[in-house]
């Protein structure tokens, strides 16, 4: 290390399979991962869970569209932990489909617009809008960084097993992209 600076700045992860060092980028299935986590949530809120925010119609969302913003009172934990993780689940679902940094921060903004719209009887947020947007970007970068340091596409076997699964639990979405992928397996 003559020029002094820390070797794992200056050399690759040869290890890992980045989804960022694909050669193609698969922004549409991004797209379709985030629009299908909204409809998912969605309807375990709304047929599950029976929530009364749930029940949507085409009259709600454009009382939505027409009412504008305001600033909701939901729980901290609702407003600064809930929504940055879902905002975390699209900015990886594009992280994870090969897109860069600076190309995944609009899905986690198109995903909580989405949400905020046409996801819920209540007026949209711009709190909630920030929070899972801007929480959800550095959430996601974290986790995504994270997950990089786990997962080991050299190993084999029950190494191999573990690391995958942890590496699903920090970031679930880029265990979900490699398990479409096959690279979970590979």
């Known amino acids: 290390m003559a020029s002094g ?8 992860t040869p290890f890992i399979l980045s989804p960022t060092s694909h050669a193609e980028k698969y922004p549409w ?20 869970m029976n929530e009364d925010f749930a029940k949507i119609s085409i009259n709600s969302i454009r009382r939505n569209i027409k009412h504008g913003f305001v600033w909701d009172n939901d729980q901290f934990s609702t407003n600064l ?17 090969g897109l860069n940094f600076w190309e995944s921060v609009p899905y986690a903004f198109a995903g909580s617009l989405m949400w905020e719209v046409a996801a819920e009887v209540e007026p949209p947020a711009i709190n909630d809008l920030i929070a899972t947007t801007i929480g959800g970007i550095a959430l996601g970068e974290m986790t995504h960084r994270l997950s990089s340091l786990v997962l080991d596409d050299s190993k084999r076997g029950f190494g191999r097993f573990t690391r995958e699964f942890l590496g699903t ?18």
């Open 81 to 97: 932990f809930a929504h940055p993780y879902h905002g975390n689940l699209y900015f990886n679902a594009a992280r994870s489909n």
């Open 5 to 12: 600076r820390h070797k794992y700045f200056t050399t690759p």
């Open 29 to 48: 299935r991004a797209a379709a991962e985030t629009v299908g986590m909204n409809v998912g949530v969605w309807a375990f809120d709304r047929y599950v």
């Open 169 to 186: 639990l920090i970031c679930p979405m880029r265990g979900i992209n490699r398990m479409i992928t096959g690279d979970m397996w590979k």
